[in-house]
């Protein structure tokens, strides 16, 4: 089996990334990228030094590692970006784990599988480590989904350098009811009120990526991957997309996942997709309900941009 590329991208967390660097070391990638964003501040300077010192001592099996550190903070929307560009410009494919993603043993064969197995299919964009339903019992040991997440994933060079973070199709796209080809009308509700209130927010387009890949996937007709069980364990309780710990966090793994039987068709498991919805996604809105408030009292007053650049100088 053809071993997969990783990246590896940091920044100012030495605690969770000793624990990504674990993981790593159990693993043994041959090849592996490191990326960390600019620093913002002189805590930030010291605590990236602090995380590459670790790089140096855990990366200590035979590898060829790659490093790229930015003299300016890009920020969580085009820092992981440029460190997907920069390491894919000589990769055709990639696994990638961000400082709070610690996968299991399993994970990185899953990965290397279904990248060479999938690697010319167009249909299929992104492979999920992340199965934030594993409750859900499944008839084969990975799915297609419109819901695969970026918790642990991998993706190849043909997929992401579609990547538009500026999301400049949207309007029309949205004009046309196009998601509501792809999902039921209430999710397809659900996204389309996400999607506008990210592409109308500078501030949101600025500070992630995520929403704008998935985006695109759903533009290009895509199709994501997700594993039967768990595979990746997300430690990111406190950060800047995050306040405390919540459902999504230190979810079990199963280390002993392997695929042995298939999926028997290429679509949407349209099922699981539907408890997903329900399980994951409302679960997540209902817990967002005050901040959404909050920020429309500010928009109001047109204290918003002043409030959020405030707070996130002191982060």
């Given amino acids: 089996m053809l071993e997969s590329p990783v ?75 440029q460190a997907m560009q920069w390491a894919l410009e000589n990769e055709d494919r990639i696994i990638i784990l961000e400082d709070d ?17 999938y690697l010319n299919d167009e249909r ?15 008839t084969s040991d990975y799915i297609f989904t419109h819901y695969a997440h970026s918790w642990g994933w991998a993706t190849w060079k043909r997929c992401f350098e579609k990547i538009d973070i500026q999301m400049k199709g949207w309007p029309e796209f949205r004009d046309r009811k196009m998601l509501y080809s792809i999902l039921p009308k209430k999710e397809a509700h659900f996204f389309e009120q996400r999607y506008d209130n990210i592409f109308k927010d500078e501030n949101s387009m600025n500070h992630i990526w995520d929403f704008q890949f998935g985006f695109c996937i759903r533009a290009n007709g895509g199709l994501g991957i997700m594993p039967r069980s768990n595979l990746i364990k997300n430690i990111g309780y406190i950060g800047t997309h995050s306040e405390k710990k919540s459902f999504c966090h230190d979810r079990a793994v199963d280390d002993n996942y392997k695929i042995v039987t298939e999926p028997l068709f290429i679509v949407a498991d349209y099922l699981h997709d539907r408890y997903h919805f329900k399980h994951h996604w409302k679960k997540m809105k209902s817990g967002s309900g005050i901040k959404s408030k909050i920020k429309k009292v500010l ?15 002191l982060l």
């Avoid at 300077?45 to 099996?61: A, G, M, P």
């Avoid at 299991?104 to 599988?113: D, E, G, I, R, T």
């Avoid at 299929?124 to 499944?138: T, V």
């Fill in 7 to 81: 990246l590896l991208i940091t920044f100012n967390r030495p605690e969770t990334t000793l624990e990504v660097l674990k993981a790593l070391r159990i693993a043994k990638p041959k090849i592996l990228y490191v990326f960390s964003d600019g620093p913002r501040n002189r805590e930030d300077s010291l605590l990236r030094d602090k995380v590459q010192s670790l790089v140096d001592e855990y990366v200590n099996w035979d590898c060829k590692l790659y490093r790229k550190l930015m003299d300016k903070n890009l920020g969580c929307g085009p820092g992981p970006v």
């Fill in 299 to 313: 928009k109001i007053f047109g204290l918003y941009n002043f409030v959020y650049k405030r707070i996130y100088s």
């Fill in 101 to 117: 993603c610690v996968p299991s043993p399993a994970f990185f064969p899953y990965c290397n599988y279904l990248l060479e197995k």
């Fill in 124 to 138: 299929i964009w992104i492979i999920s480590g992340d199965n934030a339903c594993p409750e859900y019992m499944l």
